[in-house]
């Protein structure tokens, strides 16, 4: 029980992470999430980044793909600043046709999203139901005004205030 208080998931998901069910991460990670002191109700405003970087959908991966050796994700938007999906390493990896490729032609769409007055609990479940690695945090009019990631999330619920 000792060993897994100091486990925290980073990176991409392993390959055989479909073999999982979300029962049976919850349970595993039942311990380590839901200690005295996590912070599950603290609001996504509080843990966000709100200084991110974003592509836009007609954008050619190799125009973004710098970002990638800093971050493992970048929200997409149009002219409106309205989240129309995500873009992850994975998506850049999978693209048949190499950097040459459009942002649009790649991404994950539509973008899974939360409002900044969401609970991190919220965005946990979300994150392990959806197998995602970061939720855009988007306005009542659907901008990006933030994003949280699974590191976000985790340090929230394992630190106290």
Known sequence: MEELADILPSGEWPENFSLLNFEDLSKHYEPILFKLEAQPSKYLADV??????????YQLLEDV????????GLPVIDHEY??????SKKDVKNSAAGLKALV???MSTPAITLSAEKTV????????????????IVNESNQLVGI?????IFTAMETSE
Request: proline share 4%; hydrophobic share 40%; aromatic share 2%.
């Open 48 to 57: 966000m980044s709100s200084i991110i970087a974003t592509a836009s959908p």
């Open 65 to 72: 793909h710098h970002h990638f050796t800093d971050i493992s």
């Open 82 to 87: 309205k989240c129309v999906g995500v873009l």
């Open 104 to 106: 649009c032609n790649v």
């Open 121 to 136: 609990s919220d965005a946990a479940v979300l994150m392990l139901k959806n197998k995602i690695h970061r939720i855009p």
């Open 148 to 152: 949280v990631t699974r590191t976000d």
